[in-house]
């Protein structure tokens, strides 16, 4: 596997999820990350269990292609011992409140004055700058504030909790590292450094694309189920007769009448092709009942030679063997500490 990013230096004072995550992306693909962790003070991700050797599983995986340096940065010894080596990096990324750095004389201004072409990246709730700034808040906050909560869930039982961290992932850390890898060839072109800063409540603001182009055009106001791809059409989740369940997302024609001819259900095509929001109560409940009849394993058979965007929902031990991820190696054994562990490799491939 090549390393695209050999060569680039990270310096990361990041904690919790957003950050590490970033920079363990950005170790996948081959940057030398640097860690900045307090000496007696643990980060939460070392402390939740399981633990592997005494290392928390999750720990190992944020952390397992990184370097540690352990500093209390209210000491001003630390704070000299940043200052010293801050030219050995290209990067410097951290995730404090806003104003927490620049009372340590770690921000920006500060830095760029010892490595002016410093590329220096904010991660934060709310941003900077604006009335929540200094604001405490969790990916579910943000959920709330972007909008995506209000039409995500059941429409009689409200918003609905998400198995990941959308916002702390999709939001802080995949826009962190393309705002830092857009930053890297902005100084390649012109040798400039750059401040970056990525509030996580922007960035889960920007995803509501689907949605909040036609509010912003014709005032539509997307709502809970009412939308086609939110429960609104047939695209959803049935359950099986074991209580299993699976997935049904061909919106299509071709992957309708497939479906239709599968299920022995001809009316699918005409109420699929001639979507009626107001009808499609019948047409969920008609699937629910035909998806109720048989098992899990017994669909899985039915489907798995079938091109029509059926899929079941696995656990992610059941992903996790999945021929398609193994045959990927987006899954591979790691041994930490003399124990074997499934742990995610790096999704994206590069090859010459």
């Given at each position: 596997m090549l390393s695209p990013l050999k060569g680039l230096k990270i310096l990361d004072f990041?904690?919790?999820?957003?950050?590490?995550?970033?920079?363990?992306?950005?170790?996948?693909?081959?940057?030398?990350?640097?860690?900045?962790?307090?000496?007696?003070?643990?980060?939460?991700?070392?402390?939740?269990?399981?633990?592997?050797?005494?290392?928390?599983?999750?720990?190992?995986?944020?952390?397992?292609?990184?370097?540690?340096?352990?500093?209390?940065?209210?000491?001003?010894?630390?704070?000299?011992?940043?200052?010293?080596?801050?030219?050995?990096?290209?990067?410097?990324?951290?995730?404090?409140?806003?104003?927490?750095?620049?009372?340590?004389?770690?921000?920006?201004?500060?830095?760029?004055?010892?490595?002016?072409?410093?590329?220096?990246?904010?991660?934060?709730?709310?941003?900077?700058?604006?009335?929540?700034?200094?604001?405490?808040?969790?990916?579910?906050?943000?959920?709330?504030?972007?909008?995506?909560?209000?039409?995500?869930?059941?429409?009689?039982q409200g918003p609905s909790l998400n198995g990941i961290q959308i916002a702390d992932m999709a939001g802080g850390s995949?826009?962190?590292?393309?705002?830092?890898?857009?930053?890297?060839?902005?100084?390649?072109?012109?040798?400039?450094?750059?401040?970056i800063d990525v509030s996580m409540t922007d960035c889960a603001f920007s995803m509501n694309i689907i949605s909040g182009a036609p509010m912003l055009a014709g005032g539509h106001t997307p709502r809970p189920q009412g939308e086609l791809l939110n429960g609104g059409f047939f695209y959803d989740y049935y359950p099986t007769s074991d209580g299993r369940y699976l997935s049904v997302g061909g919106l299509e024609p071709k992957f309708i009448e497939r479906l239709a001819s599968i299920l022995d259900y001809p009316s699918l095509t005409r109420f699929a092709l001639n979507p009626d929001l107001a009808k499609q109560g019948e047409l969920k409940q008609r699937l629910s009942d035909i998806f109720s009849q048989k098992t899990f394993d017994e669909w899985r058979s039915i489907f798995a030679n079938e091109d029509v965007c059926v899929e079941p929902v696995l656990t992610l031990e059941e992903a996790a063997q999945h021929p398609h991820f193994v045959s990927r190696q987006s899954i591979t054994e790691t041994e930490i500490k003399g124990t074997n562990i499934q742990q995610l490799a790096h999704p994206v491939k590069y090859s010459q």
């Amino acid at each position: 596997m090549l390393s695209p990013l050999k060569g680039l230096k990270i310096l990361d004072f990041s904690t919790l999820l957003p950050g590490p995550y970033a920079t363990m992306l950005m170790a996948d693909m081959g940057a030398s990350v640097t860690r900045v962790a307090h000496p007696t003070k643990p980060d939460l991700t070392e402390t939740l269990p399981p633990y592997i050797g005494g290392t928390s599983a999750l720990s190992a995986q944020l952390n397992h292609k990184k370097d540690c340096l352990k500093l209390d940065l209210k000491q001003p010894e630390s704070l000299e011992k940043i200052k010293s080596i801050l030219s050995e990096f290209d990067v410097v990324i951290e995730q404090f409140r806003p104003g927490v750095m620049a009372k340590l004389g770690l921000d920006f201004e500060s830095l760029k004055q010892i490595k002016p072409n410093l590329i220096y990246c904010s991660i934060t709730g709310y941003g900077q700058t604006g009335p929540y700034a200094d604001r405490a808040g969790h990916d579910i906050n943000y959920l709330a504030l972007s909008g995506i909560a209000s039409y995500s869930g059941d429409k009689t039982q409200g918003p609905s909790l998400n198995g990941i961290q959308i916002a702390d992932m999709a939001g802080g850390s995949h826009h962190a590292v393309m705002s830092i890898l857009a930053a890297v060839i902005h100084k390649q072109s012109t040798g400039e450094g750059q401040y970056i800063d990525v509030s996580m409540t922007d960035c889960a603001f920007s995803m509501n694309i689907i949605s909040g182009a036609p509010m912003l055009a014709g005032g539509h106001t997307p709502r809970p189920q009412g939308e086609l791809l939110n429960g609104g059409f047939f695209y959803d989740y049935y359950p099986t007769s074991d209580g299993r369940y699976l997935s049904v997302g061909g919106l299509e024609p071709k992957f309708i009448e497939r479906l239709a001819s599968i299920l022995d259900y001809p009316s699918l095509t005409r109420f699929a092709l001639n979507p009626d929001l107001a009808k499609q109560g019948e047409l969920k409940q008609r699937l629910s009942d035909i998806f109720s009849q048989k098992t899990f394993d017994e669909w899985r058979s039915i489907f798995a030679n079938e091109d029509v965007c059926v899929e079941p929902v696995l656990t992610l031990e059941e992903a996790a063997q999945h021929p398609h991820f193994v045959s990927r190696q987006s899954i591979t054994e790691t041994e930490i500490k003399g124990t074997n562990i499934q742990q995610l490799a790096h999704p994206v491939k590069y090859s010459q």
